[in-house]
């Protein structure tokens, strides 16, 4: 029997369990790997395997430079090995601990020769906004996986969320409609499984219904045997490299204009550099106008550099994603990969290339026509434009404390 790996992450603790659970008893022949980093300041990470029934053993893992995610990394994949080499276990359901983050996990996975069929994160609408607005360092909340991590609990539950292309909806019966619809916005392209009320394993009233979403020919055979929509999900399959070309600023698949429920999404792309002073002295309020807002940025002083904006909680983080394609030479783009060449070309301007701005913000009450002004605002005039790229590079450098220059 060749193992296949389902890794289920979230800070949304409840939720993650409940899913974990519901795919211990969905899928015959399961068990549920956790790595416990809670314990991790008094010197070693506590590992479970469980099935539905119980614990079948425990261990320690020793810490790795003191880092509990590092340590995280060097045990798993022997464990799924152990695991897969035992011949009875059909599927190992990887238990992510509450900060842990499922790119790095399935990565690492990967790496090791083992097959992740699944990557889902679990998610309780009700919860979604206040986690959102979080702007708290994860070691202030006791959740940091190492003494140098400063991570907020924003970003994190962001970035968690984004990845996972299946969502585990596990509604606490506190979200409401406006909960449900912020989650389709952040990210419309998931496979939304809503988990069954009641008891993992229970029968559930009529037939078994599909996950928000066209379901795969694997699911659809799935229901025919009488497979939970959850299992057929954790079953059908995970491409690592496309899901990390997901991520990337450059040819990240963003959310499209919606408005519904007291939700919008607001896509914002414009062809013209922004001015660095003018963007700068704005940051703070585009920072808060939205719970959540990315995508990719085009200042005038650096005109070859593809900047990524990353914004939850009440702070942002701007860095760079290396070259505009427009900027390399055409002997470089046979060194691009094919997904990141399909990016620039539908942003392609005959003078610019695929030098844009492509800014999305998702928020309920969102202020679009002010949002709007002031981007606008921060965009270079016309006289300034028509000045060109050599006059562009010699304006005051603002961006130079945060991008560590």
């Given at each position: 029997?060749?193992?296949?790996?389902?890794?289920?992450?979230?800070?949304h603790?409840?939720?993650?369990r409940?899913?974990?659970?519901?795919?211990?008893?969905?899928?015959?022949?399961?068990?549920?790997?956790?790595?416990?980093?809670?314990?991790?300041?008094?010197?070693?990470?506590?590992?479970?395997?469980?099935?539905?029934?119980?614990?079948?053993?425990a261990?320690?893992?020793?810490l790795?430079?003191?880092?509990?995610?590092?340590?995280?990394?060097?045990?798993?994949?022997?464990?799924?090995?152990?695991?897969?080499?035992?011949?009875?276990?059909?599927?190992?359901?990887?238990?992510?601990?509450?900060?842990?983050?499922?790119?790095?996990?399935?990565?690492?996975?990967?790496?090791?020769g083992?097959?992740?069929?699944?990557?889902?994160?679990?998610v309780?609408?009700?919860?979604?906004?206040?986690?959102?607005?979080?702007?708290?360092?994860?070691?202030?909340?006791?959740?940091?996986?190492?003494?140098?991590?400063?991570?907020?609990?924003?970003?994190?539950?962001?970035?968690?969320?984004?990845?996972?292309?299946?969502?585990?909806?596990?509604?606490?019966?506190?979200?409401?409609?406006?909960?449900?619809?912020?989650?389709?916005?952040?990210?419309?392209?998931?496979?939304?499984?809503?988990?069954?009320?009641?008891?993992?394993?229970?029968?559930?009233?009529?037939?078994?219904?599909?996950?928000?979403?066209?379901?795969?020919?694997a699911?659809?055979?799935?229901?025919?045997?009488?497979?939970?929509?959850?299992?057929?999900?954790?079953?059908a399959?995970?491409?690592?490299?496309?899901?990390?070309?997901?991520?990337?600023?450059?040819?990240?698949?963003?959310?499209?204009?919606?408005?519904?429920?007291?939700v919008?999404?607001?896509?914002?792309?414009?062809?013209?550099?922004?001015?660095?002073?003018?963007?700068?002295?704005?940051?703070?309020?585009?920072?808060?106008?939205?719970?959540?807002?990315?995508?990719?940025?085009?200042?005038?002083?650096r005109?070859?550099?593809?900047?990524?904006?990353?914004?939850?909680?009440?702070?942002?983080?701007?860095?760079s994603?290396?070259?505009?394609?427009?900027?390399?030479?055409?002997?470089?783009?046979?060194?691009?990969p094919?997904?990141?060449?399909?990016?620039?070309?539908?942003?392609?301007?005959?003078?610019?290339?695929?030098?844009?701005?492509?800014?999305?913000?998702?928020?309920?009450?969102?202020?679009?026509?002010?949002?709007e002004r002031?981007?606008e605002?921060?965009?270079?005039?016309?006289?300034?434009?028509a000045?060109?790229r050599?006059?562009?590079?010699?304006?005051?450098p603002?961006?130079?404390?945060?991008?560590?220059?």
């Amino acid at each position: 029997m060749s193992l296949s790996v389902v890794i289920v992450g979230g800070l949304h603790a409840d939720a993650r369990r409940a899913t974990v659970a519901h795919l211990l008893a969905d899928v015959p022949g399961s068990v549920a790997l956790h790595h416990d980093l809670a314990a991790a300041v008094a010197g070693t990470v506590v590992r479970t395997v469980r099935d539905a029934r119980g614990v079948l053993s425990a261990g320690e893992a020793p810490l790795v430079n003191d880092c509990a995610c590092c340590a995280l990394r060097e045990d798993l994949v022997p464990e799924l090995r152990r695991l897969a080499d035992d011949g009875t276990t059909r599927l190992a359901v990887v238990e992510l601990w509450d900060s842990v983050e499922p790119k790095a996990m399935a990565e690492v996975v990967v790496a090791g020769g083992l097959t992740v069929t699944g990557v889902i994160t679990a998610v309780d609408p009700a919860l979604l906004l206040p986690c959102l607005g979080n702007g708290d360092d994860l070691a202030d909340v006791g959740l940091a996986a190492a003494a140098t991590d400063r991570r907020t609990v924003a970003d994190t539950f962001a970035r968690q969320l984004e990845y996972a292309p299946v969502l585990a909806v596990v509604d606490s019966g506190e979200a409401d409609d406006e909960d449900r619809e912020l989650l389709a916005q952040l990210h419309p392209t998931a496979r939304r499984v809503r988990l069954p009320a009641g008891r993992p394993g229970a029968p559930v009233a009529g037939s078994a219904r599909p996950a928000e979403g066209a379901p795969t020919d694997a699911s659809a055979r799935a229901y025919a045997r009488g497979t939970s929509e959850l299992a057929a999900a954790a079953l059908a399959g995970f491409d690592a490299e496309a899901a990390a070309a997901a991520q990337h600023p450059a040819c990240a698949l963003l959310p499209a204009e919606a408005d519904a429920h007291g939700v919008s999404t607001l896509v914002w792309h414009r062809t013209r550099p922004f001015h660095p002073e003018r963007l700068y002295a704005a940051l703070e309020n585009l920072t808060c106008a939205a719970a959540r807002s990315r995508g990719r940025f085009w200042l005038a002083d650096r005109p070859e550099v593809l900047l990524h904006w990353d914004a939850a909680g009440g702070a942002l983080c701007v860095e760079s994603a290396g070259p505009w394609l427009a900027s390399l030479p055409d002997a470089a783009w046979d060194m691009v990969p094919p997904v990141r060449r399909a990016a620039a070309a539908l942003d392609w301007h005959p003078e610019h290339g695929d030098c844009c701005q492509h800014l999305v913000f998702t928020s309920p009450a969102l202020d679009r026509d002010g949002l709007e002004r002031l981007l606008e605002s921060c965009l270079l005039t016309d006289a300034e434009y028509a000045a060109g790229r050599e006059a562009w590079k010699r304006l005051p450098p603002a961006f130079d404390t945060l991008l560590e220059v």
